[in-house]
């Protein structure tokens, strides 16, 4: 999933959530989530703050974006 914010997530096989610069493709974050991702990320706001979810295992994961 692209953002207009100009960052890309996307999950790899071996189970890390990961944000890179759509740009350069520079890794900006790679978070290890121990578990098979199911689905792929989607974006939402609540009262300004944008957040990112996907579905790991039998969970859904959240992170919130700095402004």
């Known amino acids: 999933m ?3 914010g100009g960052i890309v997530f996307y999950g790899d096989p071996s189970g890390y959530f990961i944000a890179v610069g759509a740009r350069d493709g520079k890794t900006l974050w790679r978070v290890p989530l121990n578990a098979t991702i ?9 009262d300004g703050e944008q957040f990112v979810a996907l579905a790991v ?3 859904i994961m959240c992170f919130g974006l700095p402004k």
């Open 2 to 4: 692209a953002t207009a």
């Open 38 to 46: 199911k689905t792929s990320p989607m974006t939402y706001t609540v």
């Open 57 to 59: 295992g039998s969970n």
